[in-house]
């Protein structure tokens, strides 16, 4: 599935002076490659469908991060040696109104359209696949393996209905919330601070329909309190598709220690978010905050996700301002090394079978050695580096993940009364 690729990482490894390979022999790269190149690997968030909607973005091509402000192409997939992929059908947070709902709910059902259509025409590069199985299968092939999650709960509005709908559209997991308190539950950074303190009624019952369709729930980016919620009435293991360790970086959008036993204890997973930020305190940069704030106000934003929901024409401004803020003010990255030390924490608290990869690519995620998913096995050379095993490599990549996955799967309802319902 990944041939070629050995030669190709000396030379770029060489030619990038990158710190995260400085330090390592040819033996221990060769080692890593070898369990790279075997290991099934799965990033289980990205924001691609983002590029998809908006048009004039080819997945085929070798697209440069650098000038493209993408991360994920079938290429770089190829070249960084990742077989499967979720993409997000995400949405920001918009008027909480039936109107909003109801205009979430038709971009929603666009996006999924935007990745069936990119699909059909990238048959022969790429497939869709619903369950490990299917994506072991379609990797055999050659094939780079899409799966979908729904990131944000808010198109769903009060109609418990959708979640099924989404499933049908190949989602395999929701994550209940964004950056803002929606319907469903609180946020974990909404400045307007806790509605709820935790799931709202409507939440509770999301989350057991998504336990009874088989589909994971994912706790990145909700409240702690909200976690704690999911925890409580979840009857199957959960997910937080892209985050990280609080202890290590102290931000909300991480798990706290306690969380992440809980986490354990409820079977779950974590997956590292390789969004900076996240990853490690970043020193401050004012006047990049300020451009960054103008930016936000001028275009009546929370965050810049937020740039999905505007209209097309204001999009192209709003990312057009945010490329000029980061040619004027490039924004420091954290590295390789930091990155591994969130699954370094995690696994020294809660053990091996918990922990995996979601990077946030297209939607923030980037390190200043692994930039884009041409630069994944640097995250495997690593590992190595620290002593992880073959076996405890694999579970990273993916073992953990499907894991947890086939949990959900085997204790939904069955199929006549989920058709039923």
């Not at 924001?47 to 994920?72: E, H, I, Q, Y």
């Not at 999924?112 to 055999?140: M, V």
């Not at 969004?275 to 990049?288: G, H």
Request: net charge neutral.
């Amino acid at each position: 599935m990944k041939k070629n690729m050995y030669s190709t990482l000396l030379a770029c490894l060489a030619a990038s002076q990158l710190p995260v390979v400085a330090q390592d022999d040819k033996a221990l790269l060769k080692k890593a490659h070898k369990i790279h190149e075997k290991a099934f690997t799965v990033d289980t968030h990205a924001d691609t469908p983002m590029l998809l909607s908006r048009g004039g973005f080819d997945v085929t091509k070798d697209n440069d991060a650098r000038t493209s402000n993408s991360k994920v192409d079938y290429p770089r997939m190829r070249r960084g040696g990742l077989d499967a992929i979720f993409w997000a059908v995400y949405l920001g947070q918009g008027p909480r109104t039936p109107e909003g709902h109801e205009a979430a709910k038709k971009k929603a059902l666009g996006i999924f359209d935007a990745i069936d259509n990119t699909l059909k025409a990238t048959a022969s590069e790429a497939e869709r696949a619903t369950t490990p199985e299917e994506g072991y299968r379609i990797g055999k092939t050659g094939k780079r393996v899409i799966y979908i999650g729904v990131e944000n709960g808010y198109p769903m509005g009060h109609d418990l209905s959708l979640l099924k709908t989404f499933y049908d559209r190949g989602a395999r997991y929701m994550t209940l919330c964004h950056s803002s308190n929606n319907d469903i539950c609180d946020s974990s950074t909404d400045p307007k601070g806790a509605e709820y303190q935790g799931l709202s009624l409507l939440g509770e019952q999301v989350v057991a329909e998504m336990n009874r369709l088989g589909m994971m729930v994912d706790v990145s980016h909700v409240s702690d309190s909200t976690f704690y919620d999911v925890i409580r009435l979840s009857k199957v293991p959960v997910i937080a598709s892209h985050s990280g360790a609080r202890t290590v970086c102290n931000h909300p959008r991480n798990l706290t220690d306690d969380m992440l036993k809980a986490l354990a204890k409820n079977g779950g997973v974590v997956q590292l978010n390789l969004l900076s930020d996240y990853v490690k305190t970043i020193p401050a940069n004012p006047e990049r905050t300020a451009a960054m704030d103008a930016l936000m106000a001028k275009y009546g934003l929370k965050s810049r996700m937020g740039m999905a929901s505007l209209p097309e024409e204001e999009q192209k401004k709003a990312r057009a301002d945010f490329a000029d803020i980061n040619k004027k003010y490039p924004v420091q990255l954290a590295t390789v090394k930091d990155a591994v030390d969130h699954i370094d924490h995690i696994v020294k608290l809660i053990g091996i079978d918990h922990v995996g990869m979601g990077a946030d690519f297209d939607g923030g995620g980037a390190l200043a050695d692994c930039f884009d998913v041409s630069q994944y096995e640097n995250m495997t050379v690593e590992l190595v580096r620290r002593g992880y095993s073959k076996k405890d490599i694999e579970k990273i990549w993916s073992g953990n993940f499907f894991r947890v996955m086939k949990a959900v799967d085997k204790a939904k309802a069955p199929a006549k009364e989920v058709a039923l319902r």
